[in-house]
């Protein structure tokens, strides 16, 4: 382990990258499954699922949901120039909107970017309409052919790894 900008850093070797893979594209997989992929026992992939969870590095398991057959028709992103000294009203009201999927806090020209999923064009409007009056927003509908990267791979050390 190192210490990197303060935050602790754990290095997973091949065989851990291959369970974590296994893992976010299917959490339910059992371990015999897992220790069939990496050629090692089931006990010793339960120990280390188990000190990876320690780590912090396994974080949770949860189900994807299909946003549309749950009734969320629309997706968007939202980027939001906040009035001077609203910033933290922002985030009281952000946390109280359950169709704000994700909202990252940013350097630049936007104060804000949000993820949202809604189920009609009205309620966008009407999200819209009460988010303007903390700042300046763009909006961008997410089409249907776009793709969220769910898993997370080894780091590559350059572009030509």
């Known amino acids: ?36 992929k990496v050629k090692l026992s089931p006990t010793a992939v339960i120990e280390r699922v188990k000190r990876m969870e320690e780590e912090g590095i396994i974080t949770g398991y949860g189900a994807i949901i299909n946003p549309r057959k749950v009734g969320y028709s629309l997706s968007a992103i939202i980027n939001l120039s906040a009035n001077p000294g609203s910033e933290q009203i922002i985030n009281d009201s952000l946390s109280k909107i359950p169709e704000v999927l994700s909202c990252w806090s940013l350097t630049g020209t936007n104060d804000f ?49």
Do not use: Y
Request: hydrophobic share 40%; aromatic share 4%; proline share 4%.
């Open 1 to 36: 382990m190192s210490e990197k900008a303060g935050k602790e850093i754990h290095n997973v070797d091949e065989i851990g990258w291959i369970i974590l893979d296994e893992l976010q594209k299917n959490g339910r997989s059992s371990f015999k499954h897992l220790a069939e």
């Open 113 to 161: 970017m949000l993820e949202i999923q809604v189920p009609s064009l009205e309620f966008l409007e009407e999200l819209l309409t009460e988010l303007a009056r903390h700042g300046k927003l763009m909006t961008s509908i997410v089409l249907p052919s776009s793709e969220k990267r769910r898993i997370i791979r080894a780091p590559r050390l350059s572009m030509t790894d």
